[in-house]
């Protein structure tokens, strides 16, 4: 085994052959096992052979005592295990390491990233995530895509590495960069820009021209961080960078890293929500601003957490398209507000209401939209004709032509198309003419002015001449956070049809619709109906 001659081995000390990789304490052991205290060891060690080379054996030891039971002999059975060792080596590094890029991956990299923590006081990450990788998979193939990836972790790894940092790739398309000893922020900025640098560098590959991108989260550990959390910051803060325009990189930022994971357990916890009808809706009245008469009603959803307080429309709703829960909600938002509707007039037939719901792009881009509307109708005996759908001027004109054709088939049914919050976006009043509209409803600076003096006669000139303009295209008009008597006077006289807000009344129970409904609404009257004071924070 070790490539000597049996003279030549006879006679020396086992302790000349001891190595630097033996396991601590081994030959201390040994040394309990001549004074008697051990009868047998088992372990492995490596020798050198003679020529420098080095092998690895399962060493077995046993004591062989006297008839006094003294200690006598040391029985060794050696065995060469050289070659179970490095099988066992490979089969370590396919575990720890990339097969396309030969990168550490997501498991050793975690191993050093722990190590790291105990040892470090402020280890960084730089997380990178190639941009517009998919188009290149999908383009020009994954053996392209393969070859992009090999060349961009050959370049990282020569450029980083040479500065002492540790580079793996954590799967697809994503590499991390562990700075093990980081000398703060501005350190770890300079390692981000090398590795966007590194990675903007053109490659040629069979023959077409690439030139890539990167966005990166930068995160140095803060205190109390462990490593799932250290990720977990990085991980945020690369979409940070990539929600900002990509090819850049973003620092970490631990308030709007709170928000975010607020944001993430509120949406986790909608669907529960839904299910337990923590939602509810409320109703603010659409005024006819000629003689003060309520002639509808706009729902509005509302979530109030049992324990939690009350959640604003202005951060659920945007959680609720993201995750793709505004289809339930706003089917049960749609069937609330026609089954409350119809309860009131099945207690005053001869009320003669508009009910108008909010809808989201997401939900009118549905195929199944114009059935699923039907159904409700159905359901609840709500008429087409009484019901109103509102969508932002921007999911207007932004519609697909399916989704186009679901508004056309709306309209087609009866029911009243408005675009909400109109003069935020596009205000192309000639599109507006191939589009199956009814009405508009203006947005609320406009009213109440876009300063913090409030609305001056550039928004009334404004104003004027949007409802001119609507009116051509023979649409009503809706005026949008009205509060005081002088801007309802003014809108009056600019022709305006409708008005809603808190001057008339905010938004209500159901309960207490009703005391509003055929009644003429003045500032005095309107605030004792609508329970209206003061210092309640107004909402929409």
């Known amino acids: 085994m070790l490539g000597y001659t049996p003279e030549e081995l006879t006679g020396r000390s086992i302790w000349e052959f001891v190595h630097p990789q033996d396991q601590p304490g081994i030959w201390e052991r040994v040394e309990e096992m001549t004074d008697g205290a051990v009868d ?3 372990f492995e060690k490596p020798y050198y052979r003679k020529d420098g080379t080095e092998i690895w054996t399962e060493l077995v030891l046993s004591l062989i005592r006297d008839q006094g039971g003294n200690p006598r002999y040391l029985v060794a059975m050696v065995e060469n295990v050289t070659a179970r060792r490095q099988l066992e080596e490979r089969l370590r590094h396919q575990a720890q390491h990339d097969p396309l890029t030969g990168l550490p991956n997501r498991t050793l990299f975690f191993e050093r990233l722990t190590e790291a923590l105990e040892t470090t006081s402020r280890p960084g990450v730089c997380y990178l995530d190639l941009d517009g990788f998919k188009a290149v998979n999908d383009t020009l193939g994954h053996d392209v895509g393969d070859r992009l ?5 050959r370049r990282l790894d020569e450029t980083l590495r040479s500065e002492g940092q540790f580079i793996a790739r954590m799967g697809g398309d994503e590499f991390v960069v562990l700075v093990e000893h980081s000398r703060g922020v501005e350190h770890l900025r300079q390692i981000a820009q090398a590795a966007l640098d590194t990675v903007r560098r053109p490659i040629q590959i069979e023959g077409h021209n690439l030139t890539v991108s990167a966005s990166i989260g930068v995160v140095e550990r803060a205190s109390g961080m462990g490593a799932t959390d250290l990720m977990k910051a990085a991980d945020t ?3 940070w960078a990539k929600n900002h325009g990509r090819d850049r990189y973003a620092l970490f930022d631990p308030e709007r890293h709170r928000t ?3 944001r993430f357990t509120l949406s986790a916890r909608m669907p529960e929500a839904l299910s337990r009808r923590e939602f509810t809706v409320e109703y603010q009245p659409l005024v006819r601003l000629t ?6 009603l706009e729902a509005l959803v509302r979530w109030r957490r049992p324990g939690g307080g009350a959640v604003k429309p202005s951060v659920f709703i945007p959680l609720a398209e993201e995750t793709g829960l505004i289809l339930p909600l706003g089917r049960w938002v749609l069937a609330e507000a026609c089954r409350q509707a119809r309860a009131w007039r099945d207690e005053n037939p001869d009320l003669e209401l508009l009910m108008s719901v909010n809808v989201a792009a997401r939900q009118v881009r549905e195929p199944s939209v114009v059935r699923d509307v039907a159904e409700v109708l159905n359901e609840t005996g709500w008429p087409p004709h009484a019901l109103q759908l509102e969508l932002t001027e921007t999911d207007v004109m932004g519609s697909t032509s399916a989704a186009l054709d679901s508004l056309n ?4 049914m009866g029911i009243r198309i408005a675009i909400d919050d109109f003069g935020t976006g596009y205000s192309n009043f000639a599109y507006l003419r191939d589009l199956p509209v009814h009405a508009v409803k203006l947005a609320g600076p406009f009213v109440s002015g876009h300063s913090a003096k409030g609305a001056d006669e550039v928004d009334w000139s404004i104003l004027g001449t949007l409802v001119q303009l609507a009116h051509t295209l023979d649409l009503t008009v809706t005026a949008e956070n009205v ?8 809108l009056l006289r600019l022709g305006c049809d409708t008005g809603q807000g808190w001057f008339f009344a905010p938004a209500l129970p159901p309960d207490d619709v009703l005391r509003l409904l055929h009644r003429r609404d003045d500032r005095d009257s309107t605030s004792g109906l609508a329970g209206h004071h003061p210092n309640q924070p107004r909402s929409c």
């Open 149 to 153: 990836l090999q060349i961009v972790a």
């Open 409 to 412: 088939a709306l309209a087609d």
């Open 483 to 490: 509060e005081t008597a002088e801007q309802r006077d003014r």
């Open 237 to 239: 803060t690369l979409y």
């Open 291 to 296: 003689d003060g008469r309520t002639i509808g």
């Open 40 to 42: 047998h060891l088992r």
């Open 260 to 262: 975010d994971v607020n």
